[in-house]
Structures are given as C-alpha cells and as structure tokens.
C-alpha cells in the first residue's frame, strides 16, 4: 500500500495509507491528519486542503492545471510547491511522499 | 458539563461540530441526523457518484473514527420529532428525549415533490441525498429515456450525466429560459446551447400537465399536448427549508427558519445554519435563504462561534458552482437588483464572465471556465466592487489587478 508522511504544522509526522486512484487529501482526511480541512469536500472549490510538496518531490508530483492553479490564490500564504492535495491522485510513484500542511484555517 | 445539540447531520451540523472542537469547546455535543449517513458531500450526487466515479464512503466527509476521537455522539436514522424552547428538551423519532444548553438546527432542505396520479410510479426519482442518488443511478442504467423536470442546477447537471452515458434527454422547464431565477439570459443561452449541442432536447416555457404510467412507458404529458415517453422521469423543481419541528415549536419562521446575523432563531439558546434558514447576512439589506455549501459552512462557523460566546456578524460573500460535462461555472454575489451587465469575453469560444453591476459596484459575477476570473471576483466582491467598467470588460488587462482601478 503505498504511503505519504504529511508534516502538520506543529512538526509533528503522520504517515498514512493512501491507495492509487484516492487523492492525497482523501488519505489526509481517512488519517486523521490535522489542518487539512478539505470544506468542499474535494471539488476545487475552497482552499483549505492546501500543502506544500516536499522540494525532493516537487519535480515528482509536478504542478497544478489551471483550476487549481486559480484556486491556489484564495490560500493563505501560497509558495512555490502548493497544491490543492484534493487534485493529487495518488499513484505508485508517489509511494513515500513527503508533504507539508499549510495552515487552512 | 454542558451539552450542545445539533438536529441535522449535513454539511452545516459537520461545520458546527469541527469549528466547537477546534475553538477547544470540549463538553458533549450531540449530533442528530435522520439519514443512516454520516454527514457526506452532496455536490458529489449529480455529478461523479451519478457516473459511478466514487463511492457513498468516499463521500463522507470524515470517517467514523473522527466522531469517536472528537467524541460526538452520533445519533443517525433517527429524526427531530419534537422540541420544547423553554424546558430545553429536544424529542426524537425514537421516543428519547435530549436536554441541551445550546440547539443549532441544521436540518437541510427536502425536495419539492409531485402529487399528482401516476407520481408514486417507481420510473419517478428526485435527488437530494445519497439514497435518492443509488436509486437514480440504478435507474439510470437501464433507462433509454429520460426525461427531466426543471432546468435549474439539478436538472442541468443530471442531464449532463445521463447525455454523456449516451441516454436520450429531454429536460422541460417551465420557465422560458434555463437557469432563469439566477443567471442572466447571455449565461442561460450558453448553457441552452451546451445542451443542446450535445444532444439534450430542451422544452421551454412547458409545464407537466399530467402522468400517464403504462407498462411500456412512463407518459409525460405537456401542456401543449405532447407527450414524452419515459423510462426515468427525474423531478428537479427546487426545495423547501425543513422547518418542521421549528415551527411546531413556536420559533419564527418565515421561508425558512428566520436567524439574525449570528445565526440565532427566535427562541432563547437555539440557532440555526444552512439551507434551512432565512439569515440576515450584513453585506445585504434583507433576509435570504440560500441553498450552497459555501453558505452551510459559514453560517455553520457563525453559529459555533455564537455558542462559544462570540458575536461573529454573518457576512460572507456567496459563492457556488456547477460542472457541466466539461463546463465549470462558478457564481460570486448575488445579482439581484442589477442595473447593468458587463461581458468579458466571448460566450461563443466557451470562456467568459458576466458582471451584474448595481450602479457603480459589481455585486455578482458568472464565470464560465474562467477559474481566476471566479477568484479575482470573490476579493473584488468582498471589498465593495467598485471598479472601472472598462477594464472588466478588457481582456488584455489581468483581472487579478482590477482591485488596483
């Protein structure tokens, strides 16, 4: 099963499950990883399950499409590597990603 | 120890239950729904559950563990029966009865349904939550012919779906145009265009007169005369707040249950959130009912922070969107009262926006696939709207400055 470690804002590591075909924030969300919110529930349309890709995965994961992209500016504090994790679809080469949570609230 | 109460396990009782838990209320809460569901996401039912691209556990917004590490009691398939404002007594469908400190009522919306001979026939579906959306989808499968009552949000989404799954659609709407309580003609044109360009067969300005089941088909049968055959008659005429048990409990009531901007009700000690209420929000001189998920959240927070002692005025700016085989239309504002329109873009290249102005201010504006124009518009709203009408209508000038003007 392949897995990703969200960093929450206090440091701390969560390493969950997330099956291929599922997106990084439906994992987020099953693992009880604090900060993602996911309020639109997955639909592009909020901000809130906002996360940085780890810079060693940046080029990995690749960037947003241009939904995405338009929804990215409604987050706080947006850098380089933010995606909505709602829109990353988990697949075996993404086994071991590592992403940060940005602060949704 | 105090226990708050939530009746109605939906986007706004989940909102009200995190927001409580994250501002650190840590006493009991309770939460009543009457699905068998935990709360789930609802846009998902027309769109992707309908085309069997996710699952009902997929929908849910948190898993079972969240309620038992935030320590909510779930209290589901069971419905509000009674509630008594004075002694603070909520009654349940089940007989039990729950004292509260604090009720926030968030009991959704039910779907306006058709009376008439013929109505119960089981080719009849409507669609509001995840039970209505395994059914349609069942009778989906093996339904030549749709037929679609109501060309609002609905309808339109549903028609996509089952146009794309190669069905025969004909969705009657008794307004002369789609979509007409809440977009201008140029976006209800478009989208008329959209469907029919894929095939859907759009009757306007008809109205179903009556239902003729046979064996062989289930008849349609317009005011004009004519008759559609169906094997799936979907009825998406809008909804009516679930105020029920508001009412029969002397709180004010009136197209929805009435809530000032901190979402309180009437009664001492209970509010309400969601696509029940008919709230003020304070960038608006009157009350309204809204039905979107981006209202359920708000108010939802508005509503925790009332409990929690404090007074957060209601005033978030509406927003909503719709997805439509491969149009995304997102909405900012509300249009009512506008004056003027501005178009920028072109509707035939199947990319533009429409600005509703009241005077100088924007106060509403439809995006068609132009997802940073939807985002530039939600912060153009929220500080006022004002703006030069020439640069919204200038696609060489990047709509994120227009704040700037």
Redesign the interface.
């Known amino acids: 099963m392949p897995k990703v470690t969200f960093i929450d804002l206090d440091g701390a590591s969560h390493e969950c499950d997330v099956a291929n075909g599922?997106s990084v924030m439906?994992g987020a969300?099953?693992g009880?990883v604090p900060g993602i919110?996911?309020?639109?529930?997955?639909?592009c349309?909020c901000s809130t399950c906002h996360a940085y890709v780890d810079d060693a995965w940046a080029s990995v994961v690749g960037g947003p499409n241009?939904?995405e992209?338009?929804?990215l500016?409604?987050a706080n504090d947006r850098q380089a590597h933010s995606r909505l994790t709602c829109q990353i679809t988990m697949k075996p080469e993404f086994d071991g990603l590592v992403i940060r949570v940005a602060k949704n609230? | 120890m105090t226990r708050h109460v939530i009746v109605g396990a939906g986007q706004a009782g989940l909102?009200v239950v995190?927001a409580l838990r994250?501002d650190g209320y840590d006493d009991e809460l309770v939460l009543v729904g009457a699905e068998t569901w935990l709360p789930y996401?609802r846009?998902?039912l027309s769109k992707k559950f309908l085309q069997g691209e996710t699952t009902a556990e997929?929908?849910l917004?948190?898993?079972q563990?969240?309620y038992v590490?935030q320590r909510v009691d779930t209290r589901l398939g069971v419905a509000a029966s009674a509630l008594d404002t004075a002694a603070h007594r909520l009654t349940l469908s089940d007989g039990s009865t729950v004292d509260y400190d604090g009720l926030v009522l968030t009991t959704g919306a039910r779907v306006r349904r058709l009376t008439m001979p013929g109505a119960d026939d089981e080719r009849v579906c409507y669609l509001r939550g995840l039970d209505d959306a395994a059914r349609l989808k069942a009778r989906l499968e093996s339904a030549e012919r749709v037929v679609i009552l109501g060309a609002g949000f609905i309808g339109l989404e549903v028609a996509a779906v089952a146009r794309k799954a190669g069905r025969q659609v004909t969705v009657v709407e008794a307004q002369s145009r789609v979509l007409q309580r809440v977009v201008a003609p140029t976006v209800s044109s478009f989208f008329e265009a959209l469907h029919r360009g894929h095939g859907v067969e759009l009757r306007l300005d008809a109205r179903l007169a009556r239902l003729e089941p046979t064996p062989e088909a289930l008849a349609v049968v317009l005011d004009d005369g004519s008759v559609l055959a169906a094997d799936l008659l979907l009825v998406g005429i809008g909804v009516e707040p679930e105020v029920a048990v508001a009412e029969a409990a002397g709180i004010h009531c009136a197209g929805g249950i009435v809530v000032d901007e901190f979402a309180r009700t009437s009664a001492p000690d209970v509010l309400a959130a969601g696509d029940c209420t008919c709230h003020r929000n304070l960038r608006y001189p009157a009350p309204h009912r809204i039905e979107s998920?981006q209202n359920a959240?708000d108010q939802g927070k508005v509503a925790a922070a009332t409990l929690l002692g404090k007074l957060d005025g209601y005033a978030a700016v509406p927003w909503f969107?719709s997805d439509q085989y491969d149009v995304?239309l997102h909405m900012v504002g509300l249009s009512g009262g506008h004056d003027s329109l501005i178009t920028r873009g072109v509707p035939e290249a199947g990319a533009f926006s429409v600005f509703y102005r009241a005077g100088e201010r924007v106060i509403a504006v439809d995006s068609i696939n132009r997802?940073?124009e939807?985002?530039?518009a939600?912060k153009l709203i929220a500080a006022g709207g004002r703006c030069d009408p020439d640069r919204l209508a200038d696609t060489a000038v990047d709509l994120?400055t227009i704040l700037d003007s």
């Open positions: 599922l439906e969300i099953a009880g919110l996911a309020i639109c529930g997955g639909s349309a241009e939904i992209d338009a929804t500016d409604l609230d | 909102q995190e994250r996401q846009p998902p997929r929908l917004f948190r898993p563990d969240f590490k998920v959240v969107w995304k997802p940073a939807h985002m530039a939600r994120k």
